[in-house]
């Protein structure tokens, strides 16, 4: 079959590999749809492992069932979640290998769906196997795990209807935590990001302010938008350290800040703030894949109109460099 190897820093190459065989306890997946997402990239700038085969953001159909699965078919229309156990840490050898610490992930360690095929090692229906709903299409379905993480994510906070949230960091994990806290109900929703493309998104997906962090500082237009109070919540999606420390800053006293980027760095950072401010600091990771298509189903939150720009397989190569470098470029969908 056909993938997309990463053969060196911001190299990726479409090349001729082994079709998967199907492993005991999983399934293998023809694959209709692969999202390119933001952690990919940061593996894709360092260009390493060399053979990586990324893809965890996908749909597809069912077209083998391992002999130890139960509930899953062939033919069936799903999205899922690709890991295995490593059999031998604390956990695994205490039969509870789902809170294994050194997971292979599918995409990383483990090959990942920007191929005609993937397998998922285990199977397990509405735990890391999902149907779609017919209405679905396979384009949301692969849309459905950074939503998934977004949702999961935001939960960690619960906020309440009546909060003010603010939302760092304009990726597709950021705006999908828009969708979320709209479906939510949350009634002020402040966010601040980059990308001009972005930032429109931003104010489509339900955002009552929109910051453009390139030419105004975000924690003084939140403190301002708020009167100085401040807000309830943060949801920081950027990653960085400036915009770590502008949500010590505008988080409330008791507030929450949910740290969900991805940092590349390790942070330096003062705690006294976060004390003396009765502060919480939550690490969100975590996907919530029912929940997220649900969101998608029933129309609270519309995912495909963050799916800017569509390449085949052939066309990986292209793909990534518009994913990293294309100022317009939201999210790049492979369709192998
Ligand atoms: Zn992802
Ligand atoms: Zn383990």
Redesign the pocket.
Do not use: H, L
């Given at each position: 079959m056909k993938a997309a190897v990463l053969r060196g820093p911001e190299t990726i190459r479409t090349e001729t590999v082994d079709d998967p065989s199907v492993p005991d306890d999983g399934v293998v997946i023809r694959v209709r749809a692969c999202g390119i997402c933001g952690s990919d990239i940061h593996v894709y700038k360092a260009g390493e492992p060399v053979g990586t085969v990324f893809g965890h953001e996908f749909s597809g159909d069912v077209v083998e069932v391992g002999k130890n699965v139960k509930g899953v078919e062939v033919g069936e229309r799903v999205t899922a979640v690709g890991f295995r156990?490593?059999?031998?840490?604390f956990?695994?050898v205490r039969g509870k290998?789902h809170r294994?610490?050194?997971?292979a992930l599918t995409g990383y360690q483990l090959p990942g769906a920007m191929a005609e095929y993937v397998a998922v090692p285990i199977a397990i229906p509405d735990r890391t196997v999902f149907k779609l709903p017919d209405e679905m299409t396979y384009e949301d379905g692969a849309t459905v795990e950074p939503l998934s993480i977004s949702l999961f994510s935001v939960k960690r906070g619960q906020p309440k209807e009546s909060d003010t949230v603010a939302v760092l960091g304009l990726g597709v994990i950021g705006l999908n935590a828009i969708l979320v806290l709209k479906a939510l109900g949350v009634s002020r929703i402040l966010a601040s990001g980059r990308r001009p493309s972005r930032l429109e998104a931003a104010g489509l997906c339900g955002a009552h302010l929109v910051i453009d962090a390139a030419k105004e500082d975000a924690l003084a237009a939140i403190m301002d938008a708020t009167g100085g109070m401040g807000v309830d919540c943060v949801v920081e999606c950027a990653g960085s350290p400036v915009t770590f420390e502008q949500a010590v800053e505008m988080a409330k006293g008791g507030g929450s800040i949910l740290l969900v980027g991805i940092f590349e760095e390790p942070l330096l950072w003062d705690p006294r703030k976060v004390i003396a401010k009765n502060l919480n600091l939550i690490g969100c990771l975590g996907g919530n894949f029912p929940g997220a298509i649900e969101l998608i189903r029933s129309g609270k939150a519309v995912t495909r109109h963050f799916v800017t720009h569509r390449f085949s397989l052939d066309e990986a190569g292209e793909a990534f460099r518009v994913q990293h470098k294309d100022k317009d470029a939201i999210k790049v969908m492979i369709i192998p």
């Open positions: 156990p490593c059999g031998k840490c956990w695994c290998s294994c610490s050194d997971m």
